[in-house]
C-alpha cells in the first residue's frame, strides 16, 4: 500500500511542478522576468556545473535542466494557458 500512495504522491507532485515550471521567470540577472524554460541551454548547463541556487528557484532550475537535456521543452510550451 506505502508504494501506491508514495508514486501517486510523486506523480501529482511531479504534475503541480511542471504546470508550476511552465509559467516559472527567471527572478534576476540577464535573463530576469524570461520563462525558464525559454532560458539558453548553455546557461541552463552553466547553472548545474556551478551548483543551483537553493530553495525553489534551484530546484526549479533543476527540472528545467532535466528537461532541456533531454529535449523536452515542447511539453512545456504545448500546456494550454488556461492550465497555468
Keep these: 500500500m506505502t508504494t501506491d500512495f508514495s508514486s501517486a504522491f510523486d506523480t501529482a ?29 548553455p546557461y541552463v548547463v552553466w547553472f548545474h556545473s556551478k551548483g543551483f541556487p537553493e530553495g525553489e528557484l534551484g530546484r526549479m532550475l533543476g527540472i528545467t535542466y532535466e528537461i532541456k537535456a533531454n529535449g523536452l521543452e515542447s511539453l512545456l510550451r504545448d500546456i494550454p494557458k488556461s492550465r497555468l
Design 13 to 41: 507532485l511531479a504534475h503541480k511542478d511542471i504546470l508550476k515550471l511552465a509559467s516559472y521567470r527567471m527572478p534576476f540577472g540577464k535573463y530576469a522576468g524570461q520563462l525558464l524554460i525559454d532560458l539558453p541551454e
